[in-house]
């Protein structure tokens, strides 16, 4: 894939896949001509990349759903597609392709946005880069047990909220979402299978439980529902609890629509062409976001500095860990080969290591941004930590080359 350089291409231009191939750039006209109205109302021109992430950013917090957030989606789109292919080739067996990862997750951009904090002075692609790997991550795990489970073994452990959800999500009424609940319930009742309930190959119940499900159903449906309806057989039964399952499936694996699709069958244009147009920004706003460009460069250096001296005062011997894990991209257990030392001795001390990092840079924010800690803030804290090792050691490799 050819490396974007120039600002234009950065945020105005999108990946171009063919299966899994990467075709090239596509310009999106509109965020071109409006990148170019932006950079013409500058006083100065201006081609810092930082300088145009807060300037956007500070657009954004002020019109979520405008031209501001199409911009980072253009200039996410790297990180995206390397998150996409660093997990689908690592996998020995999936049905899932680059593309298919890539096209699920590129339209996270709007929670990277809500979590990352510009004035923590860390970069967005790598904080971008540790949340596509995460919701990838989640989706293939819950693509996963959803695909193989067979209906009655995903009904089996399916809460009352996600079946909710899901039957809302297709659109059916409150009395048809009731009756399609309170089946469920009778089913999650009844059906009791010999062999373990874990298996996500559970057989379809038989005959007989079919008949207690219905009876059930039936002595339930006048006190339970607010519009009781008709007594139900067991085929009524099946064909409800099939429509649950099938609604599951599509709320948790939606189709994906392209913005460059096209909104009819006509030539009305694409579904990109009615998006909301964001007005110039004003003269005080460049004056913020350069201000507070500054503010982060100075505050990314004070976190690095404070970092390696961290890193300097661990022993000797979790030094040497850490750099092998994060410079070399070894496992534990090759890292434990090399040193002559316990594999579990290994995954002690790198996380003894990692938490006395975390530790030093949780309270230092704590200190001089005057942030409150929570269970939040920690979390993105360690992603951002995570992502700073293995920038740091990457750094220093490319130095010894």
């Not at 999108?14 to 071109?32: E, H, N, S, T």
């Not at 019109?63 to 997990?87: D, M, N, T, V």
């Not at 996600?162 to 089946?183: D, H, K, P």
Request: charged share 20%; aromatic share 10%.
């Amino acid at each position: 894939m050819r490396t974007r350089k120039s600002i234009n291409e950065l945020f105005t231009t999108f990946l171009q896949l063919d299966a899994d191939r990467i075709i090239g750039w596509a310009i999106d006209p509109k965020l071109r001509r409006n990148l170019l109205n932006c950079q013409a109302s500058l006083s100065q021109p201006e081609h810092s990349e930082n300088f145009w992430i807060c300037y956007w950013y500070k657009l954004w917090q002020i019109q979520q759903e405008g031209l501001a957030r199409e911009h980072f989606s253009a200039y996410l789109q790297e990180p995206c597609y390397w998150a996409a292919y660093k997990i689908i080739t690592n996998l020995s067996a999936t049905q899932y392709t680059v593309s298919d990862c890539f096209q699920m997750v590129i339209t996270s951009v709007d929670k990277i946005l809500k979590g990352f904090k510009p004035n923590m002075g860390f970069n967005l692609n790598n904080y971008a880069s540790a949340i596509f790997s995460n919701e990838i991550k989640e989706i293939l795990r819950s693509h996963n047990e959803i695909d193989i489970s067979t209906n009655w073994r995903l009904l089996r452990k399916l809460t009352q909220k996600r079946l909710v959800e899901s039957l809302q999500n297709v659109g059916l009424s409150g009395e048809t979402i009731q009756r399609y609940v309170l089946a469920w319930k009778c089913y999650q009742a009844l059906y009791a299978p010999q062999h373990p309930t874990g298996t996500r190959q559970l057989s379809k119940p038989d005959d007989s439980t079919w008949i207690a499900i219905a009876q059930l159903y039936n002595s339930e449906h006048h006190t339970q529902l607010s519009q009781p309806g008709m007594e139900c057989n067991p085929q009524t039964m099946e064909k409800w609890l099939v429509a649950c399952a099938k609604a599951v499936r599509e709320y948790f694996y939606p189709s994906m629509a392209s913005l460059n699709a096209p909104r009819g069958n006509d030539d009305s244009g694409e579904y990109q062409d009615i998006l909301p147009q964001l007005k110039q920004d004003s003269l005080m706003t460049e004056i913020i976001a350069q201000e507070e460009l500054l503010e982060r460069q100075s505050m990314q250096s004070q976190i690095s500095n404070m970092l390696i001296a961290a890193l300097n005062n661990l022993d000797e011997e979790a030094q040497k860990i850490i750099k092998l894990y994060y410079s070399q991209n070894l496992t534990q257990q090759q890292i434990a080969q090399q040193m002559g030392i316990k594999q579990y001795t290994i995954s002690r001390k790198l996380a003894k290591a990692k938490d006395s990092l975390l530790l030093k840079l949780a309270n230092w924010s704590k200190e001089s941004l005057h942030i409150s800690l929570n269970s939040l803030i920690l979390n993105y804290i360690n992603t951002v930590l995570e992502e700073w090792l293995k920038a740091y050691y990457s750094l220093s490799s490319s130095k010894l080359e």
